[in-house]
Nanobody
Framework: QVQLVESGGGLVEAGGSLRLSCAAS????????MAWFRQAAGKEREFVAS????????YYTDAVKDRFIISRENIKNTVYLEMNSLKPEDAAVYYC????????????????????WGQGTQVTVSS
């Protein structure tokens, strides 16, 4: 099993920045890609960004490209999401997710691609 704990959420003004962290523990060696998803009130959980185990490959949904940066520090078992130029529509609960390396997939942008989830951290953006 792998446990994921997010932190760093909060209230920020539009145009501001936040940095989310996701600390992984347990059998982290069994995982490969990590990702961030978000779920706004009354909406489906949606993909935000993913990163490969080495960190060489990243992918973003169009809505956050050029504003958000996903990164990881494997020695700390931590994944980050740096969020800049925040907009009110970025407000949501942000979830960290991990993919089980032994499970084959051709995409890392779907909820179904991920096996472990954190409890989420709330991001609120005031206009």
């Amino acid at each position: 099993q792998v446990q994921l704990v997010e932190s760093g959420g909060g209230l920020v003004e539009a145009g501001g920045s936040l940095r989310l962290s996701c600390a992984a523990s347990g059998r982290t060696y069994t995982t490969s890609h990590m990702a961030w998803f978000r779920q706004a009130a009354g909406k489906e959980r949606e993909f935000v960004a993913s990163i490969s185990r080495s960190g060489d490959s990243t992918y973003y949904t169009d809505a956050v490209k050029d504003r958000f940066i996903i990164s990881r520090e494997n020695i700390k078992n931590t994944v980050y999401l740096e969020m800049n130029s925040l907009k009110p529509e970025d407000a949501a609960v942000y979830y960290c997710a991990a993919h089980l390396a032994s499970r084959l997939t051709d995409s890392y942008t779907s909820r179904a691609d991920y096996d472990y989830w954190g409890q989420g951290t709330q991001v609120t953006v005031s206009s």
